[in-house]
């Protein structure tokens, strides 16, 4: 499905950069009625330039409402695919077309075929996370957001697979108290977070609040003081009296929560081994640099057989129906 990122380069970089990036993208936004989304997890010059920055699950809706004739999508392909699901009629955008993710990687779609047969008369609930060929043999889609609210609307005798995050899978279960059978699929970000650096900060800093998504693992979601999406841990951050945070996802988040509580600190959780490894390294694939390239070629472009299209619209329609 992925170029190798040589080949893209040599496609989609053809001429000169201009000085002023910011200028470019927004004269190239007018010439293609464009649209930028941005998920949290983008570089901060991304966030800047976005039109719209969002949790998986805004960004899906401002996909679905958007009037542009095309979609430039700051995150990654799930993402992207997401928009091209909805919008099959305008043109995706997606700045580098190997910022995958683990997660969706770690769900193949023979495995999950066989995983699925094995579990007759269970509805498939996955995250959205995933690629459009699992999408399209899934029941219902959530988001990090939405996936407590959706199980809860699902009748209690219904078995259900969750795929493919085992994280968020075992957090829905906790809160739902339903029986959920998993897909043993992981982010290998939010996997990275070290319990021990954790506690040691809050020792640190006793006055602050650890907060955390719902894809770590337990280990790490025990020390949190709230639990929640992207989009629900920005909205935290602005609405508590607490003024230090440890802010256990990507940290491209604390971009926007210092730009919406300039008074508060934010401490990224580390992750176990001296390393970057806290960044999403298929997020950070995308660059200003490639976003320019992608509006100025047109490519690299979202496409994807009408059949998977039809097959994985149908579980996102259920999803936004059932989380308004
Ligand atoms: P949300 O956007 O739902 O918070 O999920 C985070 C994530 O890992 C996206 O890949
Ligand atoms: Fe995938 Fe994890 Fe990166 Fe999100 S943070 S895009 S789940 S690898």
């Known amino acids: 499905m992925f170029t190798t990122a040589l080949a893209q380069r040599e496609k989609t970089q053809l001429g000169k950069l201009p000085l002023d990036l910011f200028a470019a993208i927004e004269s190239l936004k007018k010439e293609l009625n464009a649209v930028i989304l941005a998920h949290y997890y983008q570089e901060p010059d991304i966030q800047d330039i976005a039109d719209f920055i969002g949790d998986s699950l805004q960004l899906a809706k401002a996909a679905e409402k958007t009037n542009a004739d095309a979609i430039v999508f700051a995150g990654v392909h799930f993402m992207a695919e997401t928009a091209k699901i909805l919008n099959p ?3 995706v955008l997606l700045p580098d077309l190997n910022a995958g993710c683990s997660l969706a990687d770690s769900c193949p779609p023979e495995a999950f075929a066989a995983f699925k047969a094995a579990h007759p008369n269970h509805l498939v609930v996955s995250y959205i996370n995933c690629s ?5 043999m899934s029941d219902i889609i959530c988001t990090s957001s939405n996936a407590v609210k959706i199980v809860q609307q ?11 995050d085992r994280n968020l899978g075992r957090y829905v279960m906790e809160q739902t108290g339903r029986d959920l059978v998993l897909w043993q699929g992981s982010c290998v970000v939010h996997e990275t977070f070290s319990e021990k650096k954790i506690v040691q900060l809050k020792i640190a800093h006793p006055e602050a609040e650890a907060i955390a998504h719902p894809e770590c693992e337990s280990s790490v979601l025990r020390h949190a003081s709230f639990i ?38 934010f ?24 976003l320019y ?32």
């Open 228 to 265: 929640g999406s992207t989009a629900a841990l920005l909205n935290y951050c602005q609405n508590s009296p607490t003024k230090e945070f440890i802010v256990a996802t990507e940290p491209g988040i604390i971009h926007q929560m210092q730009k919406l509580a300039p008074d508060k600190h």
């Open 154 to 164: 699902i009748p209690k005798e219904q078995p259900i697979i969750f795929a493919p």
């Open 89 to 91: 009629d305008k043109l």
């Open 267 to 290: 401490i990224p959780a580390p992750p176990m081994n001296n390393c970057a490894c806290n960044e999403c390294p298929f997020m950070r694939l995308n660059t200003l640099e490639k």
């Open 293 to 324: 390239w992608a509006m100025k070629n047109r490519t690299p472009e979202i496409t994807m057989s009408e059949d998977i299209r039809l097959a994985a619209l149908r579980p996102m329609q259920r999803m936004l129906e059932m989380s308004v």
């Open 132 to 136: 459009a060929d699992i999408k399209a």
